[in-house]
């Protein structure tokens, strides 16, 4: 039976002689060969989904060459050009992703820590204003479902909706029609 190296490498390419240069160092967790290019890294972050110019920025950062630091900037201007990098494409996808659970406030908050303009995020802010009273109607029926019996359980209700990010104007519609309801009138 074969002893296992846990070292990183199989026993053929740890004896095989290669170079230090391209082994696994275990101290680092990492080959000590530079790993892919700045540009290919982007391209792999990008496949898995839509990021923020400002997002792939941090990411990247790390991986800039200390003796080519303008190569970030070069990676980024390129692949936007090339349409691979969009921030219109990643705020319209988040807000696909985010806007069904969440309201207004809490979109604009994560929008705007992904670096986005101000142009950008009043378009967006609109048209997620004109949607939030059918979205909390949503976040509220799946939740609670039923009216609330005491003050208590209203103001459980109210944190609820308010975490998620709700605008007290939706909140007071929702839970200020439930109280306008006939119980009996089902």
């Known amino acids: 039976m074969r002893k296992r190296d846990f070292s990183g490498q199989s026993g053929e390419s740890a004896q095989a ?17 530079t790993g892919p290019s700045l540009k290919a890294r982007a391209i792999g972050y990008l496949s898995r989904r839509e990021h923020s110019r400002h997002e792939l920025a941090r990411k990247l950062a790390p991986h800039v060459s200390p ?9 980024l ?11 219109e494409r990643f705020a319209q996808s988040l807000v696909n992703r985010r806007a069904p659970g969440k309201g207004t406030v809490a979109v604009m908050h994560e929008l705007r820590q992904h670096g986005l303009d101000s142009g950008q995020l009043e378009s967006i802010r609109q048209q997620l204003a004109d949607t939030e009273l059918q979205r909390a109607q949503a ?17 459980r209700q109210i944190r609820f909706m308010a975490s998620r990010g709700f605008s007290a104007a939706a909140l007071g519609k929702i839970l200020g029609d439930l109280n306008n309801l006939d119980p009996n009138s089902d």
Do not use: I, M
Request: aromatic share 8%; net charge negative; hydrophobic share 25%.
């Open 139 to 155: 976040v509220w029926e799946k939740k609670f479902g039923v009216p609330p019996a005491t003050p208590k359980e209203k103001a």
């Open 77 to 87: 201007n390129e692949l936007e050009q090339g349409n691979w990098l969009s921030n």
């Open 17 to 33: 002689g290669l170079p230090s240069e391209e082994r696994f160092s275990p101290e680092s967790g990492k080959s000590s060969k």
């Open 67 to 75: 003796h080519d630091p303008a190569e970030l900037d070069r990676v």
